[in-house]
């Protein structure tokens, strides 16, 4: 059974940090591509970062780049968000996601987490 768990979120002032963790069971780590998207409700899911199956090439949207941090661990099967001095506007639930491609292909191809709730006050 493929499983993706994600954990780290929670509530944190604004230029605080948080590190999400996602990990994969049920499939080869490692020849999988990763992604972290958001959702605010009411709105569609953003890509965040992306990092590849080897890691020697990652993704930021311009909004976090500086700020935020991917990262793979290939012997715990797992992939990390490490998010720094955030913001209020970076409130919304993360998901994990793992494709074998590193173009995306929509929301039906490749697996998601259960998502995680990041809430940065003011």
């Known amino acids: 059974e493929v499983q993706l768990v994600e954990s780290g979120g929670g509530v944190v002032q604004a230029g605080g940090s948080l590190r999400l963790s996602c990990t994969a069971s049920g499939f080869t780590f490692t020849d999988y591509a990763f992604a972290w998207f958001r959702q605010i409700p009411g709105q569609g899911r953003e890509g965040v970062s992306c990092?590849?199956?080897?890691?020697?090439?990652?993704y930021y949207v311009d909004s976090v780049k500086g700020r935020f941090t991917i990262s793979i661990d290939n012997a715990k099967n797992t992939m990390y968000l490490q998010m720094n001095s955030l913001k209020p506007e970076d409130t919304a639930v993360y998901y994990c996601?793992?494709?074998?491609?590193?173009?995306?292909?929509?929301?039906?191809?490749?697996?998601w987490g259960q998502g995680t709730q990041v809430t940065v006050s003011s």
């Open positions: 990092i590849s199956s080897n890691a020697n090439t990652t």
């Open positions: 996601h793992a494709r074998d491609s590193w173009y995306y292909r929509g929301p039906d191809y490749g697996y």
